[in-house]
């Protein structure tokens, strides 16, 4: 198994997506989303099926997550924190990568 698998079967094991009971996004994804036309829908759509690619464990008040996913033929970055008590789910930011910044899979960082 790839360390990126663990990961994100660490990840659902601790932070079931089933169990949260709602999503709050930040007013900074909210802007940023507008701006690059990314859709709630869109979102949820990478968060359901997407791929986690960084970790930030350290993050307060939650640990967060980059997570990566294709949708609609666009790849997408999400960052999102997960409170299981109430279980929701925090959407952070919302982009398209920069090839200029990521490596060609938008993965790793340039």
Do not use: C
Not at 33 to 53: A, F, P, W
């Amino acid at each position: 198994m790839s360390h990126r698998s663990a990961l994100k079967e660490k990840f659902l094991t601790i932070y079931p997506w089933n169990d949260a009971s709602s999503y709050a996004y930040r007013i900074h994804a909210l802007q940023q989303m507008v701006l690059r036309h990314i859709s709630r829908d869109d979102v949820r759509e990478i968060i359901s099926s997407g791929e986690i690619i960084e970790s930030y464990p350290d993050d307060m008040p939650y640990p967060s997550y980059l997570m990566m996913g294709l949708v609609k033929k666009r790849t997408l970055h999400v960052v999102i924190s997960y409170a299981p008590d109430p279980g929701v789910i925090y959407i952070i930011t919302a982009y398209e990568p920069d090839n200029m910044r990521w490596e060609e899979n938008y993965r790793r960082r340039q």
